[in-house]
T-cell receptor, first 111, second 110 residues
């Protein structure tokens, strides 16, 4: 059963901590993306990767980091430098030319 | 700069009424436009893309390059159409990244 899996579904973080959100896909898609979804602001691109071992900053990359060591995996780290990390995070993947497949999202809350 | 604008945060209609969700874009080249939908407690999913020129669940969208618009239309709304709808633009050369609008919540009342 092909798909894209994000974990955990809910995550709580204390101020000053780094946390890592997982995103795994078995669709054999080349490209993967991280978006942040906030009410009234739509989806904003954080980072994206078109191939293994390569990634680019999106529109709101400050305070985030990623890695792409395997085609299937694209984890996102929310660092303590991110000033307003509480949000819903969506991961997506796509083939070279095609629409996105989205994960179910991770809701991060800073406590 | 690439930008997608959905001017309505909320659109509320009665069942059976026509629906039009507006989307305007800003892009100097030849864009590829998409509509994505998120039903309650479900993942965001592709509804349709302009190059396919298809109708999905009764929805259609026509790319109007003169008006830089890609409005989503359905002649008779159903209650199950209630969802969040996002318009998205892919314009960057071969990166595949999408620029999303702010989203419009469609509420279809019985």
């Amino acid at each position: 059963d092909g798909g894209i899996t994000q974990s955990p579904k809910y995550l709580f973080r204390k101020e000053g901590q780094n946390v890592t959100l997982s995103c795994e896909q078995n669709l054999n898609h080349d490209a993967m993306y991280w978006y942040r979804q906030d009410p009234g602001q739509g989806l904003r691109l954080i980072y994206y990767s078109q191939i293994v071992n390569d990634f680019q900053k999106g529109d709101i990359a400050e305070g985030y980091s990623v890695s792409r060591e395997k085609k299937e995996s694209f984890p996102l780290t929310v660092t303590s430098a991110q000033k307003n990390p509480t949000a819903f995070y969506l991961c997506a993947s796509s083939p070279r030319a095609g629409g996105y497949t989205f994960g179910s999202g991770t809701r991060l809350t800073v406590v | 700069a690439q930008r997608v604008t959905q001017p309505e945060k909320l659109l509320s209609v009665f069942k059976g009424a026509p629906v039009e969700l507006k989307c305007n874009y800003s892009y100097s080249g030849s864009p590829e436009l998409f509509w994505y939908v998120q039903y309650s407690r479900q993942r965001l999913q592709l509804l349709l893309r302009h190059i396919s020129r298809e109708s999905i669940k009764g929805f259609t969208a026509d790319l109007n390059k003169g008006e830089t618009s890609f409005h989503l239309k359905k002649p008779f709304a159903q209650e199950e159409d209630s969802a969040m709808y996002y318009c998205a633009l892919s314009g960057s050369s071969n990166t595949g990244k999408l620029i999303f609008g702010q989203g419009t919540t469609l509420q279809v009342k019985p």
